[in-house]
Structure formats: C-alpha cells, structure tokens
C-alpha cells in the first residue's frame, strides 16, 4: 500500500482530499454563483497528489495492457509515431510514453502553466527533455497531426468536453487513434452507490465538476459520468467509435479511418491483455 509503483498504492488519493479542503468555503460559494473553480486556482497537494494518485495505474496498465488493446497502435508507436498526451498535467503518463516507446515523438499538453512547467523539469530529472517536449495548450488549442492522441482521467474536467473531441479529430492523422480513459462508473446512480463511487462523487465535487464550471460550456460531467454519456460525446463529436469497457475502467479507442465501412472485427478494445471481442462499432457523421 506504501509502494508508489504498485497499482494497489492510493496515498495520492489522501494528498489530493488534504489539498481540497483549503478551498471547500469557495467551492461552496462558487456552487452558489455557478462560477466553477478551475484545478489551477487549488492547493499545490492537489496537483501532486493527482500525480501521484494516477501513476501507479499508468506504470502498471499503459504500456501494458492499454496500448496492447488497441489494434495496430504498438507497433506504430514502437517504429516511431506522433503522439499527443492532452490534459497531461505534470507528465506522469507523457514520461512513461516516452521511456517505453523512444522512437515515437511525444507531445504533452496542458491549459496550466505551472504544470507544464513541473513537467519540463521532470522530463530534464528523468533524461527524456530530448524525446519529449510540453506545451501549454487546451484540448481546444492544440495544434499538430498525430497518430495517438490520449486522454487521461481528464476528459470528464473539460467545460467543452465535445468541443475537445471535434477539435482531436480534426487533429488525427489517417489512422489516427483517440484513446480515451476514465474512471469506470454505471450510467445509473443507483449502481454507483458503493465505497468506490462513493469517493469518486466526493471527488467529483470538489475538483472535477468545479473545474467544468470554470470553463466555457460547463458541460460539468463529472468523475461517474457512465458509459452512455462518454459514448453520446465523443461519436456526436463525429467519427467512429470502437469500444469495450472493462471491469475496473473505461478504455474507449476512436479511429479516424477513410473507408465507408467500419467491419466487426476492426478494433479491440479492453483494460487488459484478456480482451473481449468488440461488441459493436459505430459510425458517426464526418465533419471534415
């Protein structure tokens, strides 16, 4: 429980509740107005303590198991591939791409400056500034083609979350993969009332809903914010999705392709190397 690279390790979790409580009187009146209160605005043990809550879950499950689920993504990343980590706070995942796949090109980008900032300093601590570089840019304003675009347990903190997925698939090259994850939640409250969802609710109040309040839209997902309401975003924002969901977490994966038909079989999609079959593929109208 104390090892910071084993998946069962949540001391970033108790850091991240620490954190939060200097700002519940303004998020309390910032519910009042409507205001929202944006992750930049919290305690520095919120920013760290995320870091350190999600890492242990990408050291073990990214290069691992999430990659290994979408099809034909590996070997594009192990020959060398342009690779774009949004929402990528202080780099945890942008770093860990970099140290498994050294011939891709990775890309992190953030909308908070003192993130990216964190970031380039550890990406200089963990020898890597010459195979990734960060940016200070939205998942609105990004700019580049890319071949992986990854959305890590951020996608439900966006105002716009539709608008960022217009604005990747704009931005995919042919071929191009949006991976999406997010923590796993039922699309009915009733089913979400257990210890876990529990947290993620709390959670949810206090940074992510906040967070999409401060931003234009306000779409306001939130932490549970369930299958059906993913799927509605990011197929109405235009492409076609393929998708199985796992157990413990939601992994989506979205193809920009140039053929008409999108078979069966085309993609597999799962949170671990035991993948399921994929259940269905839908097409979405092209915007381009």
Same mark, same amino acid.
Request: net charge negative; charged share 15%.
């Given at each position: 429980m104390t090892d910071e690279t084993s998946p069962a390790c949540v001391i970033g979790a108790f850091e991240i509740a620490v954190g939060s409580v200097y700002a519940t009187d303004t998020i309390a009146e910032r519910f009042r107005t409507g205001k929202g209160f944006s992750w930049g605005d919290h305690d520095a043990h919120v920013l760290g303590g995320c870091e350190r809550f999600f890492r242990p879950?990408?050291?073990?499950?990214? !290069?691992?198991?999430w990659i290994l689920a979408l099809d034909g993504v590996e070997a594009k990343l192990r020959a060398g591939a342009h690779v774009a980590d949004v929402g990528c706070g202080h780099g945890a995942s942008t770093l860990l791409l970099a140290q498994e796949y050294p011939a891709? %090109?990775?890309?992190?980008? =953030? !909308?908070?400056?003192?993130?990216?900032? &964190?970031?380039?300093?550890r990406a200089a601590? !963990?020898? $890597?500034? =010459?195979r990734v570089r960060f940016e200070v840019a939205s998942a609105a304003?990004?700019?580049?083609?890319?071949?992986?675009?990854?959305?890590?347990?951020? $996608?439900?903190?966006?105002?716009?979350? &539709?608008?960022?997925?217009?604005?990747?698939?704009?931005?995919?090259a042919p071929g191009g993969t949006l991976m999406l994850i997010e923590p796993f939640a039922n699309d009915d409250l009733s089913d979400n009332l257990n210890?876990?969802? /529990? &947290?993620?609710?709390?959670?949810?109040?206090?940074?992510?809903?906040?967070?999409? $309040? %401060?931003?234009?839209?306000? /779409? !306001?997902?939130?932490?549970? /914010?369930?299958?059906?309401?993913l799927r509605e975003i990011v197929v109405g924002a235009g492409s076609r999705l393929s998708d199985g969901w796992p157990r413990r977490r939601s992994t989506s994966c979205w193809r920009r392709e140039h053929r008409e038909v999108c078979p069966d079989d085309q993609l597999q999609v799962g949170s671990d190397r035991r993948l399921r079959p994929l259940s269905r593929c839908l097409d979405g109208q092209d915007r381009r």
């Open positions: 879950g990408y050291l073990n499950n990214l !290069a691992n198991a891709s %090109s990775i890309v992190g980008f =953030d !909308a908070h400056e003192g993130s990216i900032e &964190a970031a380039r300093k601590d !963990a020898g $890597l500034a =010459d304003t990004f700019e580049g083609a890319f071949d992986l675009v990854c959305f890590f347990d951020c $996608l439900h903190d966006m105002g716009d979350p &539709a608008g960022a997925c217009a604005h990747t698939r704009d931005h995919l210890p876990v969802g /529990a &947290a993620y609710y709390g959670f949810s109040t206090l940074l992510c809903t906040p967070s999409s $309040l %401060s931003q234009d839209v306000g /779409a !306001a997902l939130g932490a549970q /914010a369930g299958e059906s309401r």
